[in-house]
């Protein structure tokens, strides 16, 4: 039971030979490419907009999870998806109108997915879960790579894994922030579908060596 999906994050690219960085993800047996956007507002940090994103949708040959860490992020959705997103990731905190924006993804074609901060509980999504096809749950406090994993998140997948089986849907789970080999099966069998790994991956000595690791990963049964 391996069917859990590698989705590296491109903040923690070499930004001067991206190109370089998109030739080892197509290579590799990476199955998304997380993309982070922030912008200094609704996280301490700023990083890239749609120019960047057009660019790299033009050198992947794999599918850009754009995770929008911006308030307000009903203005942006339509310019992201054209300019190649295949999965967008807004927060519940960054708006007011989250069913609003999760039906406007469906209508337009993309994958809908809501990002939970960390002190976020899962229940919030108990009326939206239906319409979802993923749900990001931060391991970090978002805005940065590189840092330490929040360990009360286990809890949060096993509990949002318990509903999504109970009600038999067909909503992924991705676990963003502080991922790599080193907890990585933990998190699997806590229930998660989808690990995103930045540093993980583009700090270590052989990348795509790490990539192969995180996807061959083989977890029995969860531990729900
Ligand atoms: C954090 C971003 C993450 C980040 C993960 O704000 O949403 O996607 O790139 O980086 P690592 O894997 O280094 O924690
Ligand atoms: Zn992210």
Known sequence: MSNHLIAPSILAANYGHLDKDFEMLNASKADWV???????????????????????????????????????????????KECGADTITFHIEATNHAHRLIQHLKSIGVNAGVALNPQTNV???????????????????????????????????????AKIIERNLNVKIEIDGGVGLQNAEAILKAGADVLVAGSSVFKSENPPLTIERLKAIEINNFDI
């Open 34 to 80: 997380h993309v982070d956007v922030m912008d200094g507002i609704f996280v301490p940090n700023i990083s890239f907009g749609q120019m960047l994103v057009k660019q790299m949708a033009k050198v992947s040959k794999l599918p850009l999870d754009v995770h929008l860490m911006i308030c307000d992020p009903e203005r942006y959705v339509d310019s992201f």
């Open 123 to 161: 229940d919030t999504l108990d009326d939206v879960l239906e319409d979802l096809d993923m749900v990001c749950l931060m391991s970090v406090n978002p805005g940065f790579g590189g840092q330490k994993f929040i360990y009360r998140t286990l809890d949060k997948i096993r509990k949002l894994k």
